[in-house]
């Protein structure tokens, strides 16, 4: 599903990110992705949006080799990608509703779909009868939710999470984290970028671990779109 094959990212002449990093990610897997401030986990999180491109190696995300994707292709693998922010970045000035709406309405899904699909975002997450409220009305560990409800609103088979409970309780977090693993177990391949080792090693998962742009554990098998 998601593939790195000797991928080195350097910014100038005198910043290398990532060094020459190898792994794989399964549909269905979740996995976690740690490492020191500075390590290269946000530069990994990007190159996998197409937000960066590699200096060298490959990256591939469901078989797609991205390094040579045109740009007009971008969106398009781009809507095959949840992405779960650790502040949110909901708007506020739009309902819970709207909020999760916003992926299928820039995809121009049709109207009368887009009701029955953010609802079942919200049910999912728990909080199918917020729908009408504003963002500002919710906790904090609620707010994330919605910004999962939105991040899989489309049902990408990726979904990638940047620190996704960094400003939340160990209660809450461990509920996030349980969203997350109900979303692999119907195939979606997960990537949570984390500094909490406490709940990293609660759960269990295989870990990728950056140590100043090289992989220092984690390394595994890869597939495609389909599995």
Not at 125 to 148: T, W, Y
């Amino acid at each position: 599903m998601i593939e790195f094959r000797q991928v080195t990212k350097r910014y100038g002449s005198d910043h290398t990110a990532l060094r020459q990093v190898n792994f794989g990610l399964e549909r269905g897997e979740l996995v976690f992705l740690t490492g020191h401030s500075g390590a290269g986990k946000s530069t990994l999180l990007k190159l996998i949006m197409v937000m960066e491109r590699p200096s060298a190696g490959e990256v591939i995300v469901g078989g797609q080799v991205l390094n040579t994707l045109p740009r007009r292709q971008v969106p398009y693998i781009r809507r095959h990608i949840g992405v779960v922010f650790q502040n949110h970045q909901l708007l506020f000035d739009r309902t819970v509703f709207d909020n999760v709406a916003m992926p299928l309405e820039v995809m121009g899904t049709p109207a009368r779909d887009i009701g029955r699909r953010v609802r079942a975002a919200l049910d999912k997450v728990g909080l199918l009868s917020k729908e009408k409220m504003n963002p500002l009305q919710l906790s904090g560990g609620e707010q994330q939710r919605v910004g999962i409800a939105r991040a899989v609103v489309n049902k990408p088979p990726v979904l990638l999470a940047d620190e996704p409970t960094g400003n939340l309780d160990p209660d809450l977090s461990a509920d996030i984290m349980r969203l997350f693993a109900e979303f692999s177990q119907v195939g979606v391949t997960v990537l949570i970028a984390s500094h909490d080792i406490a709940l990293i090693n609660d759960l269990g998962r295989r870990t990728l671990t950056l140590d100043h742009g090289r992989l220092t554990a984690g390394v595994g098998a890869a597939g495609s779109w389909h599995g």
